[in-house]
């Protein structure tokens, strides 16, 4: 992330951008994916910080935003201008390069989706036998072709079957259709069958896919001490915290 993009972040954060500005950027934010991603991590890394470091180094922090943006602001004042750097301003620059440091760092230490999930093989369907469609599904959710699972689960008429909502809302999940994941996972979760833990505990990688941390942890205290996923669950509660 380059410098001009943080304090982007930062002003809208602090609500110091103007209504032009603000609708602008939260138009940015709901057309380029990229940027919403980065402002996401951005949220929950200046959580992070607020919530693991001392109250002298979010001090610390804000004074270095501060003098970054005026100094960034100058340099758009001054866009054809050669500006000499004195001393102060490099040990300025240096700050702000061990601040930046530090989010990347943060940014990298928090948990991704991708390190957790790990959805066994789908065999809900012999070589020979059943709906075409659900071969099909199979076949591209074995394959991690999430996106044509998806598509041949929709095709099937009765999708009641625990195990088989089990495996569409993963597909689901893996493209991003998170609300209808959610209700499949939960329709299971409230049943009683052996994917029960299941659901609860790919509720909780949705969620983190999302960057809703609190509502992972929810879900992730849900699951019972002899779910087959309690060990990560566990694992993935540490790191969150």
Not at 25 to 36: G, K, P, S, V
Not at 188 to 199: D, P
Request: glycine share 2%.
């Amino acid at each position: 992330m380059n410098e001009e993009l943080y304090i982007t972040f930062e002003n809208y954060f602090n609500n110091e951008m103007s209504q032009e500005e603000k609708l602008e950027f939260e138009n940015q934010l709901q057309n380029d994916a990229d940027i919403q991603q980065k402002f996401e991590i951005y949220k929950d890394t200046n959580q992070f910080l607020e919530t693991k470091f001392s109250s002298e180094t979010m001090a610390f922090k804000n004074n270095l935003d501060a003098i970054s943006k005026e100094h960034f602001s100058e340099k758009a004042a001054n866009k054809t201008k050669v500006i000499a750097f004195k001393p102060w301003q490099y040990a300025v620059a240096a700050s702000v390069a061990v601040l930046f440091g530090m989010w990347f760092y943060m940014q990298n230490s928090i948990p991704q989706y991708g390190d957790y999930s790990n959805p066994e093989t789908a065999m809900f369907v012999e070589r020979s036998v059943g709906d075409a469609n659900l071969k099909e599904a199979q076949n591209a959710f074995n394959a991690k072709d999430y996106k044509k699972a998806a598509t041949s689960f929709e095709k099937v008429t009765d999708l009641k079957n625990p195990e088989l909502q089990y495996f569409y809302a993963i597909s689901l999940i893996e493209t991003d259709n998170y609300a209808k994941s959610e209700t499949l996972l939960n329709n299971i979760k409230s049943g009683t069958s052996v994917y029960k833990e299941k659901a609860t505990w790919y509720l909780a990688l949705s969620n983190l896919k999302q960057k809703k941390l609190e509502d992972c942890k929810i879900y992730l205290k849900q699951i019972s001490a002899d779910a087959e996923d309690y060990d990560k669950a566990q694992e993935l509660l540490k790191d969150l915290d």
